[in-house]
C-alpha cells in the first residue's frame, strides 16, 4: 500500500531502490505518528471534515494502534511503504471509510515534517537528560577532588599549576554550553509544520493553531512553504547540537587516554573496567575512552554529512530528503550511550594524590614566583627576566603553596554559580507542556 498509489503500478527495482531502509527507520516515528493523526483528525471534525461519529470512533481506534506500538505489537507489513501508510491501513481496517478521510488536508510531506519533529523533541529531551546527569557528576567529582593538583599544560609541555577539581568543573561548564545548542535545536524542532500540505498549503479552512497546541508545540511554521524548507534545516541544526555534546566528551576522553598512561600516571581505573593484551600480560587498556573518542569523532562529522546532503537543493520537497534519517537517527543512541558510558566511567575513577612532588613539575611554579615578586613592588617584566634567570641557572625553588583564589581558579571554582547556568538552561525547555498535551490527546 502506497498513499499515493494509483492505478499504475512500480517496478521492483525502483520500489526496493527508492524504499531503501525507510521501513525500518520509521517504526521509531510510529508513536509520533499517531500522535500527529489524533491532533489532526480532531482538527477535521472541527472543520466539518468528519463527524463527531467518526471521530469517536476513529480516536478511539487511534489510541489501540498507538498502545499496540508501545508495546511492541506493531509493524510495517511487507508491500506497505512507510509508517504513514501503515497507520491508515491498519485504521481503515478497524473503522472503514472514516479512516480513509484523516489524510484530508495533509501531505505526506507535512505528516513526515511532523513526525520528525516530534521525533526530534523527544530524543532531544533524553538527550538533555543524558547531559544533565553527566554534569552532575562532573560536579561531583571537582567538589571530591577541589584539592587535588594536577599538572596543567600548553602544547603539551608543563605550564601551570591546575586541579582536578578545575579539570571536571572545566567540562562541566562545556556542558553547560553544549546544553545552549540543545535548546536552539530544541525550539527550532518545537514548531509545528502541519498544514503545510506539500509546501504550498491547502484550500481546506485548516485550524493550524489547533493541531499547535493539541501537540504542546511553542509555535508554528508559519510560511507553508518555510515549513518544507525546514526539512534538513532542522536535522542539521539537531545534528550541531549533537556535535557539540560528542566534542566535550570526545576532548575528555582523549584527556583519559593520557592521563591513564604511565607516562602520565594521574588516574588508573579498576582491572574490571579495562581489557589486557595477548601477549603483554601487564597491560591495562583504556578501551572503553578509545571507543567513546572514536565514536564522538565520528558523531561530530554528522553536521557536515548533512550539510552535504542539502548543499544544492532548491525549496521544496527532494527525495534526497528521506537519506537525512539515516545519517541522524541511529546519532541519537550513540550519543546517549556515550553520555551513560563516560558518567559510569567518571565514578570508578581512581585519582592519584602528590603528583606534584615529582621534580619534573617544579617549573609549574614559575608564573606564580613572578607573581609574587609583582604583588612585592617589582615590575612584571623586570620579575619576568628573574625568574627565568634563576630557572636558567638551576637555582629556581617553587612555590611551598598554590594561592589561587579568583572566580573559576584552584582555589574558587565556583561550582555552584556554573550549576545556576545549568539549571537556567533546563528551565527554558519546558518539556512539562508537551507531556501535558500529549496526555491530554491519549487521554
Same mark, same amino acid.
Given at each position: ?15 526496493? !531502490?527508492?524504499?531503501?531502509?525507510? $521501513?525500518?527507520?520509521?517504526?521509531? %516515528?510510529?508513536? !509520533? /505518528? ?37 508495546a511492541?505489537? !506493531? ?10 501508510s ?11 471509510? #472514516? ?16 513526525? *520528525? ?21 562532573l ?14 599544560y ?19 561548564e562545556? %556542558? ?8 536552539? #535545536? ?15 498549503g491547502?484550500?481546506?479552512?485548516? /485550524? ?30 539537531v ?7 560528542? $566534542? ?13 598512561? =604511565? ?21 591495562k587498556?583504556?578501551?572503553? !575512552? ?9 558523531l ?22 528521506? *537519506? ?37 613539575y ?6 606564580? #614566583? ?14 619576568y ?16 603553596a598554590?594561592?589561587?583564589?579568583h ?15 545549568? =539549571?537556567? $538552561?533546563? #528551565?527554558?525547555?519546558?518539556f ?12
Amino acid at each position: 500500500m502506497k498513499l499515493w498509489q494509483k492505478s499504475s503500478g512500480t517496478a521492483a527495482e525502483i520500489e526496493t !531502490f527508492t524504499v531503501g531502509k525507510d $521501513a525500518e527507520l520509521d517504526m521509531q %516515528l510510529a508513536p !509520533f /505518528d499517531v500522535l500527529g493523526s489524533l491532533a489532526h483528525t480532531r482538527m477535521l471534525q472541527s472543520i466539518g471534515l468528519l463527524t463527531a461519529d467518526e471521530l469517536e470512533v476513529v480516536q478511539e481506534n487511534l489510541k489501540a494502534i498507538y498502545a499496540s506500538i508501545e508495546a511492541g505489537d !506493531f509493524a510495517i507489513e511487507p508491500g506497505v511503504e512507510d509508517i504513514h501508510s501503515q497507520v491508515e491501513l491498519e485504521l481503515t481496517r478497524r473503522v472503514g471509510d #472514516a479512516g480513509k478521510k484523516i489524510h484530508s488536508g495533509r501531505s505526506r510531506n507535512d505528516q513526515v515534517l511532523l513526525d *520528525l519533529k516530534l521525533f526530534f523533541r523527544h530524543q532531544l529531551q533524553a538527550t538533555v537528560e543524558g547531559v544533565s546527569a553527566l554534569f552532575e557528576v562532573l560536579q561531583r567529582q571537582s567538589e571530591r577532588y577541589k584539592d587535588v593538583l594536577l599538572p596543567g599544560y600548553t602544547h603539551l609541555q608543563i605550564a601551570m599549576p591546575s586541579s582536578f577539581g578545575l579539570w571536571f568543573g572545566a567540562y562541566a561548564e562545556s %556542558l553547560v554550553d553544549d546544553m545552549h545548542l540543545l535548546q536552539a #535545536a530544541y525550539r527550532i524542532s518545537d514548531k509545528n509544520p502541519l498544514g503545510s500540505a506539500a509546501g504550498y498549503g491547502s484550500s481546506f479552512p485548516l /485550524d493550524r493553531q489547533m493541531t499547535t497546541d493539541l501537540l504542546g508545540f511553542e509555535a508554528m511554521n508559519y510560511n507553508v512553504v518555510y515549513a518544507q524548507m525546514g526539512r534538513g534545516k532542522s536535522e542539521r541544526v539537531v545534528a550541531t547540537a549533537l556535535a557539540s555534546v560528542a $566534542a566535550t566528551v570526545a576532548k575528555m576522553a582523549m584527556d583519559l587516554c593520557l592521563y591513564m598512561n =604511565q607516562n602520565f600516571g594521574f588516574i588508573t581505573l579498576p582491572d574490571s573496567l579495562t581489557t589486557g593484551s595477548s601477549i603483554m600480560p601487564h597491560k591495562k587498556n583504556p578501551d572503553v !575512552f578509545e571507543l567513546l573518542r572514536g565514536k564522538c569523532n565520528k558523531l561530530q562529522a554528522l553536521p557536515t554529512e548533512i550539510s552535504m546532503l542539502l548543499i544544492n537543493l532548491p525549496s521544496g520537497y527532494h527525495r534526497d530528503l528521506q *537519506l537525512l534519517k539515516e545519517n541522524l537517527f541511529p546519532a541519537f543512541g550513540e550519543l546517549h550511550s556515550c553520555l551513560d558510558m563516560m558518567g559510569y566511567m567518571l565514578g570508578q575513577l581512581e585519582v592519584r594524590d602528590n603528583i606534584l612532588d615529582d621534580p619534573k613539575y617544579q617549573y609549574l611554579f614559575s608564573v606564580d #614566583a613572578v607573581n609574587e615578586l609583582v604583588l612585592q613592588g617589582m615590575p612584571f617584566r623586570d620579575a619576568y627576566k628573574k625568574v627565568g634567570a634563576a630557572i636558567e641557572s638551576g637555582n629556581f625553588a617553587p612555590a611551598a603553596a598554590v594561592t589561587h583564589t579568583h572566580e573559576g581558579s584552584i582555589g574558587n571554582l565556583c561550582n555552584d554559580q556554573i550549576k545556576v547556568l545549568m =539549571q537556567k $538552561a533546563l #528551565a527554558e525547555f519546558n518539556f512539562e507542556r508537551v507531556e501535558k498535551a500529549y496526555a491530554r490527546l491519549l487521554a
